[in-house]
């Protein structure tokens, strides 16, 4: 394990609803298990008016919040005395002079020296300006006196042409190896291990292209709603928050090529080619290719669960997506002709991502099948949350006379691998910057390209209102269209579980 050098970390939007319920508890387990550098403390900044105590309070609230009866009470005072706070304005440059005495002075106070990171839990349209704010007051370059890197949230730009912008913003006060932007789906042990079970692993490496794969499937459901909120999903929709950024990053793990080594820039320039392989949705084709809806009232075991359009902050005749299912192909050698289904919703059955390799079927059928038999190829399903682990189906004989064939999985449970608990995706990007590794995180031309894939959609949507937005009612699986993406007989998208509506839920792996 590397040691991170000393440094300070400063998180923008301090009193926000990401530092209470990820970022703290992220720190606070890399301090239980020694993983921070010797010398380290952490400036909240904010609009919230806190002195140090007020906000080392809040702090242990939090604390309290995540762990429950669990938090180790020296342990939590112990972190306590890294946490300072200071109070300004992030939108107004003149006030980051106060953040600089504060860094100074509690850099000072802990012996840490001039390294720092700055993490922006604060809305998107404040990136820009908290860049060019640390940069008026020298906060920014990396010198001989210590190293300065900068961690964004998604959404990185709202299509590609903003994010071009942001990126240009960006790049006049910081360079591309001190940026790190976070998809908190690539801190993830089961995504990680995507790479490891291709390129470590004999028997999967020489199957993995056209010549053994019909198809592969990416599935990320929710079983929440928008949660209250409606304000930021009514203008993003499914595409923007789900599939730009997460979805497609999955999909670069699975399609890209070996890298030279394991190293930040191999990894990411082989997940970039893949994002530049991909086949381009033509307006007009958008219609075929993607399928998009909204869920609807419905009732399930005597709960009524309300429509999209009833969520606080959301227009009463909006026609953003909370589901959408999309066909892409990645034009290269090893995947020509193999087409990725990927979807995302809100209000599904269950809380469940996935990869599913679907690989094709026998030359020649020896045995006999019952013909209504859906997706009786051999898969492998790569559990990325929950209950995360690999699936293996192939078919077995049944005892007795003749061959009668069912499907059996072989299955592997990371939660049985070790007794430690499967480390959260913030703990493992945090300690990954600290490390300046940038591996995890997703490069400036990536975003752009991935933005790149989804623009057209996007805008057929915005310019043909006759496309059509499918409801399905709240706790089933989306609109029953989708399933016309996969328009081979015999096949369908696989559902790990039933509809809220059947009886009982029977989740697979």
Request: hydrophobic share 35%; aromatic share 10%; with cysteine.
């Amino acid at each position: 394990m590397r040691v991170s050098e000393n440094h300070l970390l400063v998180i923008f939007g301090a009193s926000g609803d990401l530092t209470r319920r990820k970022l703290i508890p992220a720190l606070f387990a890399l301090h239980t298990q020694e993983l921070l550098p010797e010398a380290f403390a952490i400036v909240g900044a904010g609009r919230a008016d806190y002195a140090d105590e007020d906000f080392r309070q809040k702090t242990l609230e939090a604390l309290q919040e995540s762990a429950g009866k669990d938090l180790a009470i020296e342990s939590a005072n112990d972190f306590l005395r890294l946490v300072h706070y200071v109070s300004l304005d992030t939108s107004k440059p003149e006030a980051y002079s106060k953040l600089k005495d504060k860094i100074n002075t509690t850099a000072a106070e802990h012996l840490i020296g001039g390294n720092c990171i700055y993490y922006m839990a604060t809305p998107p349209d404040l990136y820009a300006i908290v860049a060019q704010s640390l940069a008026l007051h020298g906060l920014n370059t990396t010198t001989n006196s210590g190293w300065k890197r900068l961690i964004i949230e998604k959404p990185v730009g709202y299509n590609q042409r903003s994010a071009r912008e942001l990126h240009k913003s960006l790049y006049t006060y910081f360079d591309e190896n001190q940026l790190y932007r976070i998809d908190h789906y690539l801190g993830k042990e089961t995504v990680q291990n995507v790479m490891v079970t291709r390129f470590s692993n004999g028997i999967f490496e020489p199957l993995w292209n056209r010549n053994y794969i019909h198809h592969v499937e990416i599935t990320s459901a929710e079983s929440l709603g928008i949660e209250n909120r409606g304000g930021y999903y009514d203008n993003a929709g499914a595409l923007r928050d789900m599939v730009q950024n997460h979805l497609l990053q999955l999909m670069t793990l699975v399609a890209m090529e070996p890298p030279t080594l394991i190293t930040s820039n191999a990894i990411r320039n082989e997940t970039l080619k893949v994002l530049q392989s991909v086949r381009p949705i033509a307006v007009k084709e958008v219609e075929k290719s993607v399928i998009r809806g909204q869920y609807t009232e419905s009732t399930a075991r005597g709960i009524r669960m309300k429509s999209y359009r009833e969520e606080e902050g959301v227009n009463r005749e909006s026609r953003t997506e909370t589901f959408v299912a999309l066909k892409l192909f990645v034009e290269n050698w090893r995947w020509g002709g193999v087409p990725f289904f990927i979807r995302s919703g809100k209000r599904l059955p269950t809380r469940v991502t996935e990869i599913v390799i679907h690989f094709k079927s026998t030359p020649h059928k020896l045995f006999c099948f019952d013909e209504n038999r859906t997706n009786a190829d051999n898969q492998l399903v790569i559990r990325i949350q929950p209950d995360e682990g690999i699936l293996l189906k192939f078919g077995v004989k049944v005892p007795g006379i003749g061959f009668r064939v069912q499907d059996v999985n072989m299955d592997f449970h990371y939660s049985e691998l070790t007794d430690h608990p499967i480390p959260e995706a913030y703990q493992r990007l945090l300690l990954d910057c600290m490390q300046g590794d940038s591996t995890l995180f997703t490069r400036g031309d990536a975003v752009e390209e991935s933005w790149g894939i989804v623009d057209p959609i996007l805008r057929a949507w915005e310019t043909n209102p006759t496309i059509p937005i499918y409801g399905y009612p709240a706790g089933t699986w989306g609109p029953l269209e989708s399933e016309k993406l996969i328009d081979e007989p015999n096949m369908s998208w696989r559902y790990p579980c039933k509809n809220l509506s059947d009886d009982g839920i029977y989740c697979e792996l």
